[in-house]
Structure formats: structure tokens, C-alpha cells
């Protein structure tokens, strides 16, 4: 063996062996090999007081992984490190050199951004030492957070029964939580508006009253709207008419947050799917003539585009939409960012939606759909509106209405699918016009409290509060559900928007953080580390120093905290155990509050809490086909109602009312019938 080449990803490793040739042998390490050890002082496997030295064990999971890698390096002339571009990626290829024993000043670690022929050459014709700053910086993320999670968690599992905390994932749920008290807060303030209906040439407009004599227009109750509404109705006189043109420039290309907030409006994928879909279009995809990356490396918070790119895309508008399209290269990058890194993007222009759609599922297809016009639409010219102000007055009441028409669609062209925007037309206007109103209305309103955070709403927040990595977000807002402190509901019963509400016990365990660790576990000290470890990785702070800082502001609070926290004990059901004759108690988990033994994990029995809302099965005498039991009558969660075996989940038989066997999904999935998407890349491969 010449080359052997260590990438995380097994999907990834078949698509660079693709590029490297017969010389290069390629495998993967299946992610992280080695984490802190869960021995030692406190399980934490760091050495607090010997400079907080981690010690660092094999995963049991990866024993034979890492046996096998020393086997193929050691028949190998050069190995080289081809992780992931990031922060983690770096600190894989340290842990791997570490275990394999490849010298430290050797250069052997490659990176690209994106995986296709052209960069994968490229980085191996470039190869450098591995960077200490960037894997000092992972390093000391990753002993903060096991000193927070592991010390914190103990703590509150002790006295109030929470199951975790952590340095991001307990602010993040803090925002959540703290929320929620100002929406519970909120007193609504009253207020009136007072619109106005237009006709003209047969098309009908809107107005609202905004000025009083020159005044902005304020109505705090019935009797001012009613004022209001008796002066205004005489006829009124068109006493402005504003013309303008607006433009709307087209927003930067994808970086990791605003990819998993555009997903979440725009195609209802949760952050976490989201990453998961991207991943598999980063390592690779066949699209008929082997695997190839689609899109550059999905972990990144730069909006920089590659020269190559850039010069590519604008060839292409220019063919397909004009030059008239051609707009200009603009970067924004948060001062955070790591520019090193580009914007989300194709790795290949020629590549559209629609050629490689056939090989793609129809996830992949709507997030690379999106991807692809973004990136594209980043480059093109202002999308130009009409704009037009039309102010109608009278007795000193100025009432206005505007309309906008689209004159130029710019990067609309490319982007319109994923833009709300409507045109809204006016009849034809002239000043000093004399106009009736059709309709004169006083409406009483309420004051909002604010929204409760949906997944984009929220990870908008902890971007721009600096809280956490990009990286980072799926897995905060997956683990704050997973430990039973919110939930993802309807806002509304009539509404497809799901927010996060909240359970007692991530109140409850927000509550016991705010009163016992308000110095750490809060907004500007989460960003202020944030900060500390770009500074790290950059190579301008040392990492014991800021573990050191931390741990002096942390430790005495945790040691306050053991002495004042009040311990809970579960509320009681006031049954005894059926297993054992224990207590039965209330506990919460990931769906809720639910019954369990006080004397878990020696017992371990458990069971729903009775829903006291939901219909209960009704018997029909009817007798199961399958297995001789009786049907019972049940409503399925769409409302609908169908027959069910009383003895499921043993027998799984279902029929409609009118007697016709129903074949749930799950089996009909057994059958071996191959998928659309598996049809469309077998046609596509043949054609």
C-alpha cells in the first residue's frame, strides 16, 4: 500500500477513492475515535488540578475500528489525514495521528471545502501540519462542556430530577423559558384603527386613518374611534400621491444558520433533517458517472464565494437570463466568521435541479433546489419595484394606502419560488381627485404579546447572541426535546407553524440555573467564550488560562448551589406499585409526564397517565378474521374512524366501517416494491 487516506465518513470515502486512483486507498474512521474518559476523579477524565490535562479513552464502539487502521497504516509509505474542514475535523486528525503514531511535524492533513476532482487534487498536492491552535480550541470546548454537563447535570438530577444541563443547550432553553414568562406577563393594551374602503374603475383599495392634523394617528379606545369615524365622513380629496422606485437586493448566499432557517419556512424541515440531507449531498451523490459532491461543506458561517464559482455563475446568468441579470459580488460575513470556509453552494454550476434531480430523493432534490437558487440568485442584479404613497384627507383626517408593482424581477428570476412578495396595484390616481369612501370602519385591536420561538425564529436568536456553533444548533434544539424540557406545538389549532412551549420541568430546571448560576449560564457569558475559543483557535489565547478563569467563577457557584438548592421529591400518585408495592410517583421524560416506581432503576415499571379527553374505544361484537378477538371502534389521529383488534399490538387487523381490510403503511412497505426515487435513478442510469 502507497497512500492510505483516513476521511470520517464511509459515504465519503468511496467518492475521493473515486478521484485519488489505484495508488491511494481510502477508509474512514466512522467519526470521532477516542472522547474524555468517564473514570478518574468526578468521571469527568479531566486533571483539574494538574492544568486540566484531559485523559482520553478509545469508544468502546471503535475499538476494532482503530485496530484496523494501525493494521493498513503500518503497511502504508505515507498516511494522510482528510477530515472534515472544521474545528472538530482538525481535532479528529490530531486524536488519529495520536493513536496511529505519525509524527507530529509531518504534513499529512489535507482539507477541502468541497468534494470534486478538481479540490480533492488539489488539497493532496497541498498538504500541512495539523493546526494546534484550531484542535486546542475543539480541546477546550469539549473539557468546558464536560465540566458543566457532567457537574451540573449531577446537581440538578439530584435535586430537582432534570436529566442534563450544559454550557449552550441550558441557555438556549432559557430563551425559551423566559419567553414564555413574558407572554404569561403580557397585559394587552387596547387600541382602535379606523379604515377606510376606495372603489374606482371597478377595483377596490384599502386605507387607514395614520395622521390627526399632522399628528401620528392614535386611538386609545371606542369613543376617540368613534370621533374619529364622525368626522370622517364627508368626501375625500387625494392630497399626495409619492412615486418612488424601491429595490431589493438579493440576500447573501447560505451559511449553516440561515440554511436551517430557510428549511424550516420554506420546506418544513426540522434543523436536524436539514443537516442530515446536506451531509449526504456534501460527501457524495451518483449522479450517473460515479459519486460526486453536489454542495461545499455545509458547516460554515461565511457568505465568500470561490473566484471560480463567482466567475462561472455569472456566465451562466448572463447566457440563460441576459446581462441585464448580471449583478455584483457582495460579502458579509459576521466578524465571528471563519472566512476560511466559503458560503454554502454547488459545486458545479452546469449541475441544475433539474439534471441531477432523477438521481436524487425528493428531500434531497428540494434542499439542492434551494441551495442552487440562492447561490445563484446571490449573484444577481436588484429586483425593482414601483412604489407609490397615496395620502386621502380630509377635515385634517390623513388616511394612506400603498402600491407596489414589480418592474424588474432581478434575482427574482431565479429565487421567486422561496419569495412571498405580492404585487399590490392601485387603480389609476391623479392629486386633488375628489373620492367617497364605500366602506368607513372602526376596528378595536389588542396589543400582541411576543411569539414564542419557532426552530428558525430560535436559532436566529442564538446566532446573532453569538451562543454556540452553526454546527451546533440541530443537535441543541434535538437535545432540549430529547430531555422533556420543550415541546414543538401548533401555535394555533388551525395553523401549520410549530413553536417550542416549555414543560414544568424546563421551567422548573431554568429557574434553579437562574437563581444559583446566573453569572454562567446566561447570554453574554455564552458569547463571551465563544469568543475565547475563536481566540484560542486563532492562536491569541491560551487554553489552561481560560479553563482556569472559568473554573475559579464556576466551582464556588456549584458548591453554593449543593448547599441552598432545595431537593424535590416526585409528586405521588397515591398507588402502590403493581411489580414491587412501591410508591408510585409523577415523572416527566421526553413526551411528557407520565407514572413511574419510586424505587427505579431497581423497578422499573411505568405507565401513561389516562387521557381523560380522549374517546374511548367503543366494542362492536364484531370478532377479528385474524385471531378471534373482538373489533373494537377507534378514532385514528386524522379524526377518522375505523375498526382496530382489541388485541393490539399482538394483532395488528384493521377495517373501515364498511368492512374493507385496511393495510397499514408499515406493512406495505415490506412488500419489495422498489421506491420512485429507486426507479427514477435506474432510468436515468440506463438512458
Known amino acids: 500500500m502507497k497512500n492510505l487516506v483516513i476521511v470520517e465518513s464511509p459515504s465519503k470515502s468511496k467518492t475521493i477513492g ?44 471503535k475499538t476494532q475500528t482503530v485496530k484496523e487502521l494501525k493494521a493498513q497504516a503500518s503497511k502504508a509509505d505515507y498516511v494522510y489525514l482528510a477530515t472534515d474542514p472544521d474545528r472538530e475535523g482538525e481535532a479528529i486528525s ?30 493532496f498536492q497541498n498538504p500541512r501540519k495539523i493546526d494546534m491552535d484550531l484542535v486546542h480550541s475543539q480541546e477546550t470546548r469539549r473539557i468546558l462542556d464536560r465540566i458543566i454537563g457532567f457537574k451540573l447535570s449531577k446537581l440538578l438530577n439530584n435535586k430537582i430530577k432534570s436529566k442534563s444541563a450544559g454550557r449552550v443547550q441550558s441557555v438556549a432553553l432559557k430563551l425559551i423559558v423566559d419567553r414564555e414568562k413574558e407572554i404569561q406577563a403580557f397585559v394587552p393594551q387596547e387600541y382602535w384603527t379606523l379604515d377606510a374602503k376606495f372603489e374606482k374603475d371597478e377595483k377596490e383599495f384599502n386605507a387607514s386613518l395614520s395622521k390627526i392634523n399632522g399628528e401620528k394617528a392614535k386611538l386609545n379606545n371606542e369613543a376617540e374611534a368613534k370621533a374619529a369615524y364622525d368626522a ?69 458561517d461565511s457568505t465568500r464565494l470561490s473566484d471560480t464559482y463567482v466567475n462561472a455563475a455569472r456566465g451562466k446568468i448572463a447566457d440563460e437570463y441576459g446581462k441585464q441579470y448580471l449583478g455584483y459580488y457582495r460579502v458579509k460575513n459576521d466578524a465571528n466568521s471563519q472566512d476560511a470556509h466559503e458560503a454554502i453552494r454547488p459545486t458545479n454550476i452546469n449541475n441544475t435541479p433539474e439534471r441531477v434531480k432523477p438521481y436524487l430523493t ?118 432540549i426535546q430529547a430531555r422533556g424540557y420543550v415541546s414543538l406545538e401548533r401555535s394555533s389549532p388551525k395553523s401549520r407553524t410549530r413553536v417550542f412551549v416549555p414543560s414544568e420541568q424546563g421551567i422548573l430546571t431554568t429557574e434553579k440555573l437562574d437563581e444559583f448560576f446566573s453569572d454562567i449560564i446566561n447570554v453574554d457569558y455564552t458569547s463571551y467564550m465563544e469568543g475565547k475559543l475563536d481566540d484560542i483557535a486563532e ?11 472559568f473554573y475559579d467563577r464556576f466551582q464556588p457557584l456549584l458548591e453554593k448551589a449543593y448547599e441552598g438548592m432545595e431537593k424535590i421529591q416526585p409528586e405521588k400518585v397515591g398507588e402502590t406499585c403493581p411489580e414491587c408495592g412501591g410508591e408510585l410517583v409523577y415523572r416527566v421524560g421526553r413526551f411528557g409526564k407520565f407514572i413511574s416506581c419510586a424505587n427505579f432503576p431497581k423497578c422499573r415499571y411505568t405507565r401513561q397517565i389516562e387521557d381523560e379527553t380522549k374517546e374511548k374505544p367503543e366494542p362492536t361484537g364484531k370478532i377479528c378474521p385474524d385471531c378471534g378477538h373482538e373489533l373494537l371502534k377507534r378514532k385514528s389521529r386524522y379524526g377518522t374512524y375505523f375498526l382496530g383488534c382489541s388485541n393490539f399490538p399482538d394483532c395488528t387487523y384493521m377495517e373501515s366501517l364498511e368492512g374493507e381490510k385496511i393495510v397499514a403503511k408499515t406493512k406495505s412497505r415490506k412488500t419489495g416494491k422498489k421506491t420512485t426515487a429507486t426507479k427514477r435513478r435506474r432510468k436515468a442510469a440506463k438512458s
Request: charged share 30%; net charge negative.
Open 232 to 300: 370622517c365622513q364627508g368626501v375625500f380629496t387625494i392630497s399626495e400621491i409619492k412615486e418612488s422606485e424601491r429595490k431589493r437586493n438579493p440576500n447573501p448566499p447560505f451559511i449553516t444558520s440561515t440554511l436551517q432557517q430557510e428549511a424550516v419556512n420554506k420546506l418544513s424541515f426540522s434543523s436536524k433533517r436539514t443537516m442530515s440531507i446536506a451531509q449526504k449531498l456534501y460527501e457524495g451523490v451518483d449522479i450517473g458517472n460515479g459519486e460526486e459532491g453536489l454542495i461545499t461543506y455545509m458547516r460554515t
Open 362 to 479: 425528493n428531500e434531497q432534490y428540494k434542499l439542492y433546489k434551494m441551495i442552487y437558487a440562492r447561490a445563484l440568485a446571490s449573484l444577481m442584479a436588484a429586483a425593482k419595484y414601483d412604489s407609490l404613497s397615496v395620502t386621502l384627507s380630509q377635515n385634517g383626517y390623513d388616511f394612506t394606502t400603498q402600491g407596489s408593482t414589480l418592474k424588474f424581477d432581478g434575482y427574482l428570476k431565479a429565487y421567486a419560488e422561496y419569495d412571498n412578495s405580492k404585487d399590490v396595484i392601485l387603480p389609476p390616481l391623479e392629486e386633488g381627485e375628489k373620492i367617497s369612501a364605500k366602506e368607513l370602519k372602526p376596528n378595536q385591536h389588542f396589543t400582541e404579546p411576543p411569539s414564542r420561538y419557532t426552530e428558525a425564529r430560535l436559532i436566529k436568536a442564538l446566532e446573532e447572541d453569538g451562543i454556540g456553533r452553526p454546527s451546533t444548533y440541530a443537535m441543541i434544539i434535538d437535545t
Open 539 to 549: 492562536g491569541s489565547a491560551q487554553e489552561v488560562k481560560t479553563l482556569r478563569d
Open 18 to 61: 473515486k478521484y485519488l486512483g489505484k495508488d491511494y486507498t481510502v477508509v474512514s474512521s466512522k467519526g470521532h475515535i477516542r472522547d474524555l474518559a468517564i473514570r478518574g476523579k468526578e468521571g469527568l477524565g479531566v486533571d483539574i488540578e494538574n492544568d486540566f490535562a484531559p485523559v482520553y479513552e478509545i469508544s468502546k464502539d
Open 94 to 123: 490530531w486524536h488519529l495521528a495520536q493513536e496511529l503514531g505519525l509524527p507530529e511535524d509531518e504534513a499529512d492533513r489535507v482539507t477541502f471545502h468541497e468534494i470534486t476532482k478538481n479540490a480533492v487534487i488539489d488539497a
